[in-house]
């Protein structure tokens, strides 16, 4: 938990604009820290070295007025639907010196009640969880609000290189008008095909039964609604509500097209299918189709290998250079077959997380002769944690 401390007195990087110069250790205050983003960006700031206050309805938190008040950099990570209320607050208790961010879904309204601040602003739109190790390979969408101070820029770019983001500049409207199709269209239709689930019972059904009949592109859209019901579900209602003026649109054009598919498929209309089918082909291009038929194909098999009851995951403790190699010499050693080999980053453990696919049954003497090594190994026993089935 963040101790209350004085402002940082940190040598200060000369601006030769004539603004306000920036710490060369900013001190970085995230709003709603307790959130799963927000401890998220905690670690990763902590670990990047910048020392971190907190603000959060959580208590023992600093008071928002005190955050805002100490911060060099203010980051705004709570739920959309307080963004906006939170960000009101804190405006009249901002600096001319200040950086503030966000990393809410939605952008346009979220940056006009920043501008209301003294503050430099910038929007920021992970688009992704706070499942991941870092950015990497992750779009990040950049909103530039008010950057008065070039170096809150050259700051920002250097935190973005660190998590290995792959940071996109936008619009703030033109971000909310294509959130609507990247983001509330999926979820909806994830929405429309958990509503179609709830008939199955009717029909004898239920959803682990007909698991065991499961297509690649079935595993992936059930996957989609997992994410969906493993969430909070405010967050995918507000994703939809929030930002009505673009979904609207998008949401009337799958009722369209759901109107015009029962018809054709009422009616027997094969000729019809078929040409939506080319009309969708000439507007996705040969590449895209390519490339998004390599990308099905990729995820498709790494879930079927991560599905697959003839495997073993090991996670290790910390990233030591030559334990996997060391792993693999148990494997060896036993003469255990491997078929496949995915690694994972994650937050539970220091290091990586393996996932080896065995060509044997998960409960082969010889494999468990392997895992018997690996636990009583001076080698390997402190350094990895065997998951069990």
């Not at 995951?313 to 036993?334: M, N, Y």
Request: proline fraction near 5%; include cysteine.
């Amino acid at each position: 938990m963040a101790k209350k401390r004085k402002r940082s007195k940190a040598v200060r990087i000369a601006d030769s604009s004539g603004n306000n110069p920036v710490p060369a250790t900013p001190l970085i205050g995230i709003v709603g820290i307790a959130g799963r983003y927000g401890q998220w960006l905690h670690r990763r700031f902590q670990e990047m070295g910048y020392p971190v206050i907190g603000n959060d309805v959580v208590p023992g938190w600093l008071p928002l007025s005190e955050l805002v008040q100490k911060a060099d950099v203010v980051i705004f990570s709570v739920p959309i639907q307080q963004t906006i209320p939170t960000i009101e607050k804190a405006c009249r208790f901002s600096r001319p010196d200040q950086l503030w961010l966000d990393i809410t879904s939605l952008k346009a309204d979220v940056m006009s009640a920043m501008l209301r601040s003294q503050a430099d602003v910038i929007g920021l739109h992970p688009l992704c969880g706070p499942d991941l190790p870092n950015w990497n390979g992750q779009t990040v969408a950049m909103c530039y609000g008010r950057v008065s101070n070039p170096d809150w820029e050259t700051f920002l770019l250097k935190i973005l290189k660190s998590l290995q983001a792959n940071y996109y500049v936008t619009d703030p409207i033109e971000h909310d008008r294509i959130m609507a199709y990247v983001q509330a269209l999926p979820h909806a239709l994830s929405m429309i095909m958990m509503g179609a689930f709830e008939s199955m019972e009717q029909h004898g059904l239920s959803v682990s039964e007909i698991e065991h009949y499961a297509t690649p592109p079935y595993r992936l859209a059930v996957a989609a609604m997992s994410r969906i019901l493993a969430a909070h579900p405010e967050l995918y209602a507000d994703i939809q509500i929030l930002n009505r003026r673009h979904t609207l649109d998008v949401l009337q054009k799958v009722h369209q097209q759901a109107g015009l598919l029962l018809q054709e498929v009422t009616n027997g209309e094969r000729d019809q299918i078929v040409e939506r089918l080319n009309r969708s082909r000439r507007q996705f291009k040969s590449r895209n189709i390519q490339s998004g038929m390599k990308g099905f194909l990729q995820m498709s098999r790494v879930m079927a290998d991560l599905s697959s009851d003839n495997s073993k995951v090991i996670h290790t403790r910390r990233d030591q250079p030559g334990l996997l190699e060391k792993i693999l010499a148990v494997f060896a050693r036993h003469q255990v077959n491997l078929s496949g080999l995915h690694s994972f980053k994650t937050d539970e453990y220091e290091g990586f997380s393996f996932h080896f696919g065995v060509e044997d049954q998960r409960d082969s003497v010889s494999l468990q002769k392997a895992m018997c090594e690996m636990r009583n190994s001076p080698e390997l026993r402190e350094l990895i944690v065997i998951e069990e089935p």
